[in-house]
């Protein structure tokens, strides 16, 4: 959260004043945003945010939390709301030919449950929705270093697609 929250500032400190089109994909609670309207609301005026999940939970809650703050923080930021599958957003925008549609992409946790071949075929089809210049970022949890995963797999049957550096940088 930490880490995403702060990248936001920097990309947006840089842009003088444009807005900033991003999509948050399988986006929870987007804490991030959440933080980011708390200690800088007038950087997260510069947002036109959309949230893309496949569960409605995740997606009232993500709004009601960031509408909350918008009203408290007399926030501008923009806020749409995507209930589908990743797969299905990226067929129905091919579809639609929505195309270069965001600066920036973001992505942390659905990847620890895609196959390689699953997660170059939403890579590929997230890089045709960014802008020129747009950035994709991408996290999935780590083989290199990952002490919980004994536990995880053995107590909570909680399986996950770990991949190394190399793997995330192919």
């Given at each position: 959260?930490?880490?995403?929250?702060?990248?936001?500032?920097?990309?947006?400190?840089?842009?003088?004043?444009?807005?900033?089109?991003?999509?948050?994909?399988?986006?929870?609670?987007?804490?991030?945003?959440?933080?980011?309207?708390?200690?800088?609301?007038?950087?997260?005026?510069?947002?036109?945010?959309?949230?893309?999940?496949?569960?409605?939970?995740?997606?009232?809650?993500?709004?009601?939390?960031?509408?909350?703050l918008k009203v408290k923080h007399v926030s501008l930021l923009e806020l749409n709301c995507v209930q589908s599958s990743i797969q299905d957003f990226l067929v129905r925008s091919v579809k639609k030919n929505k195309k270069k549609a965001f600066d920036i992409i973001y992505s942390f946790g659905l990847f620890d449950y895609f196959d390689e071949t699953i997660a170059r075929f939403v890579i590929r089809g997230l890089f045709k929705m960014l802008?020129?210049?747009?950035?994709?970022?991408?996290?999935?949890?780590?083989?290199?270093?990952?002490k919980y995963r004994s536990f995880l797999e053995f107590s909570m049957e909680w399986y996950l697609v770990y991949r190394s550096v190399d793997d995330m940088s192919r």
């Open positions: 959260t930490k880490y995403l929250k702060n990248f936001l500032k920097r990309v947006i400190s840089k842009r003088n004043g444009s807005n900033l089109d991003i999509l948050s994909v399988a986006c929870g609670p987007v804490m991030e945003i959440q933080e980011l309207i708390k200690e800088d609301t007038a950087q997260s005026n510069a947002i036109n945010l959309t949230l893309l999940d496949r569960e409605i939970l995740a997606l009232n809650y993500a709004l009601n939390s960031i509408y909350e802008k020129p210049d747009g950035i994709l970022l991408i996290a999935n949890v780590s083989m290199d270093n990952n």
